[in-house]
């Protein structure tokens, strides 16, 4: 077996070019035992520690392009990451089971003003992570489309906003929040919601069909995050508005027995990304002018007021992570980015 350091020599050659052909069938091999033996998340690690030491090599275009798309691509071949079926279905599961109300979330992220303007039904379903819609530019008439309704309370309020000749596009998954957004959205008497049962890896709307892309808390869901930013890439118009808050987390910071846990993935921490890894998918899908509008640090006390994480999940965070980072187990972020005009 050879070492990762070895394994990833050979990765960087194979991508530049220069490993013979004869040696090709060898150093895949090898590199597949690699991700074997360590797991795509080691492999990872282990591949960015080999590249920071080497930050005065400045390796051309194309072979970074195509290393991260090898890794984009890479399948899981370890338990040390879960299979895209796996966690659809375990954010499945864990969503159906949210208990009747998490109001607190909604009261810690929005004023008493934005609440009034929605059904207590949709308050008692907040499950985001921060509030990405005071940085939106929402006019009126806009067709707006909501990554992930979960409960409504985000549509609500853009549908306030766009009025009645706009619509807000509520996009979830999962029928139960389809129907809890569509009937928030009667309670509350507007006309313009309407919700579409799909995935964030592919969007049922046609090309260039809408201006504006919101979503909480939901992109780090997907284990095909890359996938995701260009689908929205894909139905945005040119020069349309991508606003979005989720949680970014250091990897290489949280214990390997949180990572793989089920309610800390569909909590969004053990699948999301590092903030600059967050912003070089936005950008490598093709938008422009992606930045970080909002940051706030999430402690462990602050995932528990989440359901998802589950009384396991916390006392692990509590036992396993340092005390001095129970304070910032993670950071909710809220990213904007434009999709170019054309020319």
């Known amino acids: 077996m050879i070492s990762c350091s070895e394994a990833v020599k050979q990765l960087w050659e194979y991508l530049d070019g220069t490993v013979d052909e004869a040696d090709r069938a060898l150093v895949e091999e090898h590199l597949s035992r690699c991700r074997r033996c360590c797991g795509e998340l080691e492999f990872a690690r282990e591949l960015r520690r080999v590249l920071a030491k080497s930050a005065s090599v400045d390796p051309p275009a194309d072979v970074l392009r195509r290393l991260s798309q090898t890794l984009e691509e890479l399948k899981p071949m370890s338990p040390d990451l879960m299979h895209t079926a796996e966690i659809k279905d375990l954010v499945r ?36 992570v921060a509030n990405h819609l005071r940085h939106a530019t929402i006019r009126s008439g806009d067709t707006v489309l909501d990554l992930g309704c979960g409960g409504g309370i985000d549509t609500i309020l853009a549908a306030h906003r766009t009025g009645p ?35 964030l890896e592919a969007i049922p709307l046609p090309d260039d069909s809408v201006d504006l892309i919101i979503s909480n808390g939901v992109i780090n869901l997907s284990a095909r995050k890359a996938r995701v930013m260009a689908e ?21 910071h949280l214990p390997r027995e949180i990572l793989t846990q089920p309610a800390a993935w569909a909590g969004c921490v053990a699948g999301a990304l590092a903030e600059d890894d967050f912003l070089h998918k936005v950008q490598r899908a093709g938008f422009t002018g992606a930045r970080v509008l909002h940051r706030e640090p999430l402690s462990i006390e602050d995932c528990a007021l989440y359901p998802l994480f589950s009384d396991e999940v916390i006392a692990l965070m509590r036992r396993l992570i340092p005390i001095e980072r129970h304070g910032r187990v993670a950071v909710a972020v809220v990213v904007k980015a434009f999709l170019p005009q054309m020319q």
Not at 237 to 251: A, I, M
């Open 93 to 128: 599961d864990a969503y159906r089971q949210v208990p009747p109300t998490t109001a607190a979330v909604a009261h810690n992220l929005y004023s008493n003003e934005e609440l009034a303007l929605v059904p207590q039904s949709a308050i008692d379903r907040a499950l985001g």
């Open 165 to 199: 000749t706009g619509r807000v596009i509520a996009l979830d998954f999962l029928p139960e929040m389809l129907t809890r957004t569509a009937d928030a959205a009667a309670q509350a008497e507007l006309s313009n919601v309407e919700p579409l049962e799909g995935e």
């Open 232 to 252: 929205c890439a894909r139905v945005l118009k040119p020069g349309g508005e991508l606003c979005v808050s989720d949680l970014t987390v250091e990897q290489d």
